[in-house]
């Protein structure tokens, strides 16, 4: 009776902006005890991922750690896999970085452990047909897929255990399926039983091999207990690397797969559908490819999507100097990392670190394309979120402003000595595992949303975190007035109307951005159309996010020749930002927490904090409001 083969592997892999805690305890309590329980079990062959950034850390904080995996790769009971360095979803980042990054994390694989890997895993099992060609270039030969994917290509029986060929542009790549089912059961059952299910689908099947995640978190007692029946059946059932079932197992011939990701990631974006807050969606009516859904459930993601998309550009532009792109070039890698783009189990874009070391990465990416004595500092316009609208974008030496047509806002506010972005915001957005009655925020957390009331501005009514409003300019789409390069001004003008109890006011709005070293200034101007008596109250909000409530100390400075100044200094990036305006303000500012989901349960996490600045007006006709606001980024 042939020998029944058993594909065995783990995944290991933390995002870029863990803090150093999370890589410590993830190493402590899960890389540290199974592979000191595999290296036990030298009868037992497995494979073993682990993405770029966490053999970067353990290199540096448990050589021992490598010293270990190499051996074991030397004895070749391991074999270690490649893939995507920093964990990108493939599809969604350039075709130059997708070779990179593979290669990158190859490279690595290679001069650490002698081998260049023969296989791999992707991120997220984000697929897409055209990837056959990609991962093939790269040196791969085959790769493991979930067994559902096969299903979804017609497979049955057998069929969903044994190895395929799948092709795109002539380049032929082997696919192994793994059984996510079976996986499951892993540590829910005796291990002894389980190796008797094992050999029964061999027998009912007749397969060749079947494949399994193994999840190395914890069941050490159930592992010790697998592994020591496997050593002592493996004349019936044994464990083989990819590498050497790739040479004598038979293949079903060519599939090929649709655009599609596990199916659990689906349920990330559903939302009840309008007028019925107990329908639930069912994920696997969700169109192929409906990951990519995520950039328009959460505009953030879609903002550090396109700045990666837009830095992507300025590297590739680079020339002449193959250090500095290199450098560059990683550093945008880094912010390719999956997780700050969109919600997942460990919180994903709700993590307000993951997004800033995305955001961190880019903005060093672009400080190193500007190149000294060339770049000079100008304001462009051009479809930066790709939404078929212009977006206007300051690039100074210290700072960048990107301005948005809707609600006339400001999307992104970078200060560069602290590579930091201010807009770097979270919404609080509409998920089906939150209470109903939890706040809801209809547009993104941006800056420079205007707001009319005809009460005063007053903490108590931030509270919840939103402005009063009785006119619709933060939701308006704004005209372009004017637009100055050589003085890098653009002038945006909105009409809307004010709504009162028994009465409506015709506004027109127009806000002009203009742009310095390391300031921005606002000017504005509230007109009416007809004769007006009523003082209305005209509101600003600004959503700045900071490194900790504990970091943030405000000041107020009044009767400077500046005006009234707003000082708000954030210890933990070294930065000041200073509001200034001739005319008083009155003032009012409450930190943002957005709760969201967790494998832990429900974390409630500061984001941002929401700063309001209000003034009475009266915006009669010939007459209009008119007010300025100076933005100075510094250092503490």
């Not at 009971?77 to 990054?101: K, M, N, T, W």
């Not at 310095?516 to 007109?527: Q, W």
Request: proline fraction near 6%.
């Amino acid at each position: 009776m042939p020998i029944q083969k058993l594909v065995l592997g783990i995944r290991n892999s933390l995002p870029v902006g863990t803090s150093e805690e999370e890589f410590e305890g993830y190493y402590q309590m899960v890389l540290k005890p199974f592979i000191t329980l595999l290296y036990n079990h030298p009868g037992v062959y497995i494979w073993n991922y682990y993405s770029g950034n966490l053999l970067e850390w353990l290199e540096e904080r448990h050589p021992e750690f490598i010293m270990i995996l190499n051996d074991m790769s030397k004895r070749k009971q391991i074999e270690l896999l490649g893939g995507v360095h920093y964990e990108a979803f493939l599809p969604l980042i350039p075709s130059p970085d997708r070779l990179g990054q593979i290669e990158y994390l190859t490279t690595f694989i290679r001069k650490r452990f002698g081998r260049r890997p023969r296989g791999g895993v992707l991120p997220g099992d984000v697929w897409e047909p055209s990837l056959a060609s990609t991962l093939k270039s790269a040196g791969f030969d085959y790769i493991l897929l979930p067994d559902s994917y096969f299903a979804n290509a017609g497979c049955r029986g057998k069929e969903l255990y044994m190895p395929c060929y799948t092709e795109d542009l002539g380049k032929n790549l082997i696919v192994y399926p793994v059984s996510t089912g079976l996986s499951g059961r892993i540590g829910t059952i005796d291990p002894g039983t389980f190796i008797d299910e094992l050999s029964l689908i061999y027998r009912n099947t007749g397969t060749g091999v079947i494949c399994l995640y193994l999840n190395p978190a914890g069941l050490q007692d159930w592992y010790e207990k697998f592994f020591t029946l496997l050593e002592e059946r493996s004349s019936e059932l044994a464990t083989f690397r990819p590498v050497r079932c790739t040479r004598v197992l038979e293949n079903i011939g060519k599939r090929y797969f649709s655009s599609v990701t596990f199916q659990s990631m689906m349920r990330w974006i559903e939302r009840r559908p309008p007028g019925n807050k107990q329908e639930y969606l069912d994920a696997s009516v969700l169109p192929a490819g409906s990951y990519r859904h995520f950039l328009t459930c959460y505009p953030e993601g879609n903002a550090l999507y396109s700045k990666m998309m837009y830095t992507s550009l300025l590297v590739n532009q680079i020339r002449g100097d193959r250090s500095r792109k290199k450098t560059a070039r990683e550093e945008l890698w880094k912010a390719q990392c999956h997780s700050a783009y969109w919600h997942g189990r460990d919180g994903g874009i709700y993590r307000r670190a993951f997004r800033q070391a995305a955001y961190y990465s880019l903005l060093e990416s672009e400080k190193i394309t500007k190149e000294r004595g060339i770049f000079k500092p100008s304001i462009f316009t051009t479809d930066f979120d790709m939404d078929g609208n212009q977006e206007y974008l300051y690039r100074g030496t210290n700072i960048n402003a990107y301005v948005h047509r809707f609600g006339g806002g400001l999307i992104e506010l970078d200060y560069f000595p602290a590579s930091w972005n201010y807009c770097a915001t979270m919404a609080r957005h509409e998920e089906l595992y939150l209470n109903d009655d939890l706040p809801r925020d209809t547009v993104p957390r941006y800056s420079f949303y205007d707001h009319i009331s005809e009460e005063p501005v007053d903490q108590g009514k931030l509270n919840r975190g939103a402005v009063p409003d009785i006119a619709d300019f933060s939701t308006k789409v704004y005209e372009q007035d004017a637009f100055h390069r050589d003085t890098r001004e653009v002038k945006l003008k909105a009409n809307g109307t004010v709504r009162g109890d028994d009465y409506e006011l015709p506004l027109e709005l127009k806000k002009q951005y203009s742009f310095k070293k390391n300031i921005l200034l606002v000017d504005y101007t509230l007109s009416s159309e007809k004769p007006n008596s009523r003082e209305l109250h005209f509101a600003t909000e600004l959503n700045l996010a900071f490194s900790s409530p504990e970091n943030l100390n405000t000041q107020l400075s009044e009767g400077a020749p500046d005006g009234m100044s707003l000082i708000l200094e954030d210890r933990g990036i070294n930065s000041r930002i200073t509001l200034s305006s001739q005319d008083p303000f009155r003032w009012h500012m409450v930190p943002i927490h957005v709760p969201y989901l967790t494998e832990a349960g429900i974390v409630d996490e500061y984001q941002q904090h929401m700063l309001v600045l209000s003034w009475k007006v009266r915006p009669e006709q010939g007459s209009p409001w008119t007010g300025t606001i100076q933005v100075k980024l510094d250092k503490i």
